[in-house]
Each structure stands twice: as structure tokens, then as C-alpha cells.
């Protein structure tokens, strides 16, 4: 069983930045993808930005060149680094496992971009 935990969130002006983390703990394996999704009120959950073990990352068209992912292996945390947020940033964010097949979700943080 895997464990996630996400901080970071919170209330900003639009073209401020914030910085998420995740921290995994439990049955880690040393290779997995992991990343951070969204969902805002009423929309379906989306892709944000993805990065694997080994460095790789993926980002959705909406969020690159302002967005940036990044991950310490040694201490199992991804990082999603935001700037030039946006009101149509706003949402919930969750951290995600993948790895071995399984996936796992953490509770969520909620950002939100507002004057």
C-alpha cells in the first residue's frame, strides 16, 4: 500500500506562483510515474503533468512553459512547481502513483487564482 500526501495549496492573484508537494510513503518501487491532476468544479479530472523515475516528464498543453515538474527519488516527492497563474487554474489538485500496474491517488489540495 502506497500513502500520498500533498501540500502547497492555496489562494493566489492571478500571475502569482505556488509550489506543490506530494511525499509518498509505504511500498514504494523504484520504478513509476508520478504526477499531478486537476479538477475543476464541475469539469472532469485532467491530466497536468506527469514525470517518471528516470526524468521524463509530460505536460498538458495548457499548463507549459509556466508549469514545472520535478521529483527527489531519494525522499519518494514529485513537485509541480506553478507560475503565471491563471483564474482557469483554478482547482483541486491530486497527486498520482502509478507504478506496478496499481494506482494510487492523494486527498487533494485546492488552488485557486483570484483578484
Known amino acids: 500500500q502506497v500513502q500520498l500526501v500533498e501540500s502547497g495549496g492555496g489562494l493566489v492573484q492571478p500571475g502569482g506562483s505556488l509550489r506543490l508537494s506530494c511525499a509518498a510513503s509505504?511500498?514504494?518501487?523504484?520504478?513509476?510515474?508520478m504526477g499531478w491532476y486537476r479538477q475543476a468544479l464541475g469539469k472532469e479530472r485532467e491530466l497536468v503533468a506527469l514525470?517518471?523515475?528516470?526524468?521524463?516528464?509530460t505536460y498538458a498543453d495548457s499548463v507549459r512553459g509556466r508549469f514545472t515538474i520535478s521529483r527527489d527519488n531519494a525522499k519518494n516527492t514529485v513537485f509541480l512547481q506553478m507560475n503565471s497563474l491563471k483564474p482557469e487554474d483554478t482547482a483541486v489538485y491530486f497527486c498520482?502513483?502509478?507504478?506496478?500496474?496499481?494506482?494510487?491517488w492523494g486527498q487533494g489540495t485546492q488552488v485557486t487564482a483570484s483578484s
Open positions: 498520482h502513483l502509478r507504478q506496478l500496474g496499481h494506482e494510487y
Open positions: 509505504g511500498s514504494m518501487f523504484s520504478i513509476n510515474v
Open positions: 514525470i517518471s523515475n528516470f526524468g521524463g516528464t
